[in-house]
């Protein structure tokens, strides 16, 4: 099995968290930009602590989470541009590469899982 820093979806989602840090570093609304900002650091955070787990279904379990924080992700993103924090071409580039990885991260689980099938 590969380290989590060979994954490319943890790559993508690393990326993804350190951008977001730096397009909100000047943002006076903290409670926004810690929510936003610690749901992007969730995902790659999660593949990272599944991989590091003995078991397979430990290691689903962790790569589910940062599915569901890419959907939060999401969520946070759309209200961002909702409320112009966010403008329009960053979110939509923002929102169609969570959806990239919440792909990614589905096809992960479904590869682990099968595993011990």
């Given at each position: ?61 962790f790569i589910n989470y940062a599915k ?10 759309y209200i961002g541009m909702d409320i ?21 991260l589905h096809s992960l689980i479904k ?7």
């Open positions: 099995m590969a380290r989590f820093e060979d994954l490319e979806v943890w790559k993508r989602a690393a990326r993804l968290s350190a951008d977001l840090y730096k397009f909100f570093s000047d943002l006076k609304d903290f409670g926004f930009k810690d929510q936003i900002t610690r749901c992007g650091l969730s995902i790659p955070s999660n593949v990272a602590e599944g991989y590091e787990r003995l078991s397979n279904k430990e290691k689903s379990n569901g924080s890419a959907g939060e992700l999401r969520t946070q993103i112009g924090y966010i403008d329009s071409e960053q979110g939509k580039q923002w929102v169609k590469e969570t959806e990239e990885l919440s792909r990614m590869s682990i899982q099968s595993r011990d099938s």
